[in-house]
């Protein structure tokens, strides 16, 4: 495995292992509030208020408007966020945290690649392509076998080139609507 990171070289820690890097990353996004917080925080350009954030993180997590959140919900989410989450968040250096103010940095942003969202009904991509590679190969292996229709090698490769050019192009219109900032709501709610 390389040591190479892009996280830990923006960040001008180049001698800490890719290993410590995604134990501290998957560490701090094991906690829904925080990865709430990072999609709040990717949403909106400017600095939000703790507790404008807390208020959002809090509608999401009870499932509420954030009219309709008692002071007690409002509360909890606050004095937790305030008191662990934004502390920590600011300890790995995803978010800058003056104690009334939060704003994500640059390996905030970064942290979205670990967020991949594969729903329960769907395969992850990398399998997927995986699998669409082996289908191709067997098309090719067919078509030079003479098995399918005699068709030109040049138009079995457009097929397959158009096969994988519609995949790549649905996957990165999902990848898009599970960024993190990319909708009103984080792609978990």
């Not at 769907?122 to 995986?130: D, F, L, N, R, T």
Request: aromatic content about 8%.
């Amino acid at each position: 495995m390389s040591n190479y990171s892009p996280i830990c070289t923006k960040m001008g820690t180049q001698n800490m292992g890719v290993a410590t890097d995604r134990d501290e990353v998957f560490s701090l996004l094991s906690n829904r509030r925080r990865r709430y917080a990072l999609h709040a925080c990717e949403a909106g350009q400017d600095a939000l208020d703790v507790s404008e954030l807390a208020e959002k993180v809090a509608a999401w997590e009870y499932g509420k408007d954030p009219d309709a959140l008692s002071s007690d919900e409002r509360k909890r989410v606050y004095t937790a966020m305030k008191q662990s989450h934004l502390p920590a968040m600011e300890d790995a250096g995803v978010v800058d945290y003056d104690g009334r103010t939060v704003s994500l940095t640059e390996r905030g942003e970064d942290i979205e690649v670990y967020m991949e969202v594969v729903s329960g009904d769907s395969i992850p991509w990398s399998k997927y392509y995986v699998g669409l590679s082996l289908i191709s190969a067997l098309v090719v292996v067919a078509a030079w076998s003479g098995i399918y229709p005699d068709l030109s090698g040049l138009v079995w490769a457009a097929l397959i080139v158009v096969v994988f050019g519609v995949s790549s192009a649905y996957h990165a219109h999902r990848s898009c609507k599970n960024r993190l900032g990319a909708t009103e709501e984080p792609p978990e709610v």
